[in-house]
């Protein structure tokens, strides 16, 4: 088991940057895959990156890709989320998961990660 906390969630312009991060309790070891995830009001919550923690390759979600990039720096036991280009359609609770067995077949959902985040609100009026 590992405990997760986000942090840096807030307001932001349309077009504007914002960066989270993840804060792991203790050191992964272990083969743990990292995602983000987010939810919106009246949606159920849906992908958006992972990260290996071992090898540091990712994967994103289309409506993502190119204004996201996931990040790790292992020493601090922590992951980021660098978001440009924002769009009122990222307007959502973003949480992150962690997972010792996430399968590269099942990255993308959220029942293949053990431990979350409380989450963070992000809002990008329109």
């Known amino acids: 088991q590992v405990q997760l906390v986000e942090a840096g969630g807030g307001f932001v312009q349309a077009g504007g940057s914002l960066r989270l991060s993840c804060t792991l309790s203790r050191p992964t070891f272990s083969n743990y895959a990292i995602g983000w995830f987010r939810q919106a009001p009246g949606k159920e919550r849906g992908f958006v990156t992972t990260i290996s923690m071992s090898f540091g390759s990712a994967y994103y979600a289309d409506s993502v890709k190119g204004r996201f990039t996931i990040s790790r720096e292992s020493a601090k036991n922590t992951v980021y989320l660098h978001m440009n280009s924002l769009k009122p359609e990222d307007t959502a609770v973003y949480y992150c998961?962690?997972?010792?067995?996430?399968?590269?077949?099942?990255?993308?959902?959220?029942?293949?990660?053990?431990?979350w985040g409380e989450g963070t609100q992000i809002t990008v009026p329109s």
């Open positions: 998961a962690a997972g010792d067995r996430v399968k590269p077949a099942t990255v993308t959902s959220g029942d293949a990660y053990d431990n």
